[in-house]
């Protein structure tokens, strides 16, 4: 397959890209970090470009780019987010609280919007896979903005199902689970005084203990992007949690509009 990943410079983005890419698929990694590393290392297999997903002109150029080397996307991936303005809601920095829904919210659909023309022209079913969780099924005092766009990602993702049900597309958001990462390290440093006891106190577990599994995350990608999960779309599915390879086996939970999404029980 032919797949975009944005945030493939650190973290769990660039775990997926190594997974993908040992995989034999081709890749085309988007961060604002520096890749030449991985070109170097994958010189046949993976193209990177440098941009901040939040700016659109910025994708709309890369996509161009993107479409003067390969006829094609099949798969768009966006890992690419910041845990950004941290604190309590009403007494946090207005511009901060801003770029953190900007980066990890608007970069998602600026991705999906920018990358929509070659996805069409994938080679079978496309695929699209979005990061959530962080805060998108509960509430994290302190983290509202990164709670936020990681609840709007998750509408996002249901709505184009809805307006694509009838293209040859899935597109789903994925909960990868509390993975170490630099996110872990960042509410640690800030402290009890600012994340807030209960996020600090699970970090420091969660640091000690090793954090959960990232080769459920890479399964449930693995699997999205097969077609095992044709017909899977607008759903938030937990690499940790959810017993994914077998919902098409459960019609009956995988029809119900109300499952593996957001909603309020009336």
């Given amino acids: 397959m032919k797949i975009v990943i944005s945030g493939s410079s650190s973290g769990i983005g660039q775990a997926v890209t190594r997974s993908l890419l040992a995989k034999g698929h081709l890749v085309w990694g988007l961060a604002r970090s520096d890749q030449s590393s991985l070109v170097r290392e994958f010189p046949s297999s993976f193209r990177a470009s440098k941009c901040d997903v939040s700016e659109f002109k910025a994708l709309d150029r890369i996509s161009q780019q993107i479409t003067s ?19 309590k809601t009403l007494s946090s920095d207005p511009l901060n609280w801003e770029k953190t829904i900007k980066v990890n919210l608007l970069g998602t659909y600026n991705c999906l919007r920018a990358l929509d023309l070659p996805l069409a022209k994938a080679e079978r079913r496309a695929k699209i896979i979005c990061f959530s969780g962080g805060g998108a099924t509960q509430a994290r005092a302190n983290f509202s903005a990164y709670g936020s766009a990681k609840t709007g990602i998750v509408r996002l993702v249901e709505t184009i199902a809805a307006e694509e049900k009838n293209r040859a597309l899935d597109i789903n958001a994925i909960a990868p689970g509390a993975i170490n990462t630099r996110l872990a390290d960042e509410v640690i440093s800030l402290g ?41 779309s607008g759903k938030l599915i937990s690499a940790q949690w959810d017993d994914f390879k077998s919902l098409k086996a459960n019609q009956g939970t995988l029809g119900n509009p109300n499952s593996f999404t957001l909603r309020r029980i009336t």
């Fill in 69 to 87: 080397e390969w006829d094609r996307i099949d798969s768009i991936i966006t890992c690419a987010g910041i845990q950004g303005e941290i604190g």
């Fill in 192 to 232: 009890e005084a600012i994340s807030g006891k209960i996020e600090y106190e699970a970090a420091l577990k969660q640091k000690k203990e090793g954090g959960q599994s990232l080769t459920q995350a890479l399964d449930l990608i693995e699997w999205l992007l097969s077609d095992k999960s044709d017909g899977i």
